[in-house]
């Protein structure tokens, strides 16, 4: 079995439904399913089995960012003692379910009305804990601002003057 689940799929969502049958008759053909020993605490901890039924239910939230998939070993077993084993492979879909974080890493309170363009005032690490492009940044200032952010290595960025300042125009800036 191969299933493949968003991360934001809620609690007691279905999963999937394993099957087996057996051509026995009477209480000896009747089937019950357990995750086998061979299936991971982490996995147990955020799926559930109906014994009777097969029904697959998560039971947990999953996270993209801590686990991409699960491999479950079911285990059917008749009243007779007879088992027989099955694996249900789980996919974990990512979701855009993370906000970028930012931190100063450091930061002029004053800059001179005479600096270069290109002059550092901030210098910012910028993160965003999805992965792939879910976790892809894009940062900008508004453009009637005479700053920008440049990317100078991964998740670092530096606010930098853009234009000439005045401070007669404008004394201070809130970015």
């Known amino acids: 079995y191969r299933v493949s689940l968003s991360e934001n799929i809620s ?3 279905l999963v999937v439904t394993v ?5 026995d008759k009477g209480s000896n053909g009747e089937v019950s399913y357990s995750f086998s020993q061979s299936t991971g605490n982490e996995a147990t901890e955020i799926f559930s089995i109906e014994s009777d039924t097969g029904v697959i239910k998560l039971k947990g939230l999953l996270d993209f960012e801590k686990s991409k998939q699960y491999e479950l070993d079911v285990d059917a077993m008749d009243n007779g003692g007879q088992t027989d084993t099955t694996k249900v492979q789980v996919e974990v879909t990512d979701v855009n379910d993370n906000s970028p974080v930012i931190s100063i890493i450091s930061f002029s309170n004053s800059i001179p009305e005479d600096s270069a363009s290109e002059s550092a005032v901030a210098m910012l690490n910028i993160k965003d804990a999805d992965s792939g492009r879910n976790g892809q940044i894009k940062c900008s200032v508004n453009s009637d601002l005479p700053f920008r952010i440049k990317a100078t290595s991964s ?8 234009r000439s300042l005045d401070r007669e125009m404008f004394s201070e800036y809130n970015i």
Not at 19 to 23: L, M
């Open 19 to 23: 099957s087996a049958t057996d051509k």
């Open 155 to 162: 998740n670092i960025y530096s606010l930098v003057t853009d």
């Open 11 to 13: 609690k007691n969502s």
